[in-house]
Nanobody, 125 residues
Framework: QVRLVESGGGLVQTGASLRLSCKTS????????MAWFRQAPGKEREPVAI????????SYADSVKGRFTISRDNYESTVYLQMNSLRPEDTAVYYC??????????????????WGQGIQVTVSS
């Protein structure tokens, strides 16, 4: 059984930092492209950051470039999202996702085979 379990969310003030973790099990983590998505109230879910299975290539939404960093630890089967300089507009439920793809690009345009349950991040002004 595949599981993706997010942790590290919470309530913080503007300018603070958080690190989200997504621990996976039941899949061969090293061959999956991983991603973080988020969904704010009343908005569609959007990709935040992607890290490919090959060479750890990364890509980011324009709104988080320079503030967020995605990384992965293949030994721990975990993907991370370091979020710095948080803003109220970063408030959302954050989801991690996994896709088994032959593409080596860090692209959000994948089927996304598995999803975590989501974790709330709230940034107060």
């Amino acid at each position: 059984q595949v599981r993706l379990v997010e942790s590290g969310g919470g309530l913080v003030q503007t300018g603070a930092s958080l690190r989200l973790s997504c621990k996976t099990s039941g899949l061969t983590f090293s061959i999956y492209t991983m991603a973080w998505f988020r969904q704010a109230p009343g908005k569609e879910r959007e990709p935040v950051a992607i890290i490919s299975w090959s060479e750890g290539r990364t890509s980011y939404a324009d709104s988080v470039k320079g503030r967020f960093t995605i990384s992965r630890d293949n030994y721990e089967s975990t993907v991370y999202l370091q979020m710095n300089s948080l803003r109220p507009e970063d408030t959302a439920v954050y989801y991690c996702a996994a896709d088994l793809t032959s593409s080596t690009e860090a692209t959000p345009n994948l089927a996304w085979d598995y999803w975590g349950q989501g974790i709330q991040v709230t940034v107060s002004s």
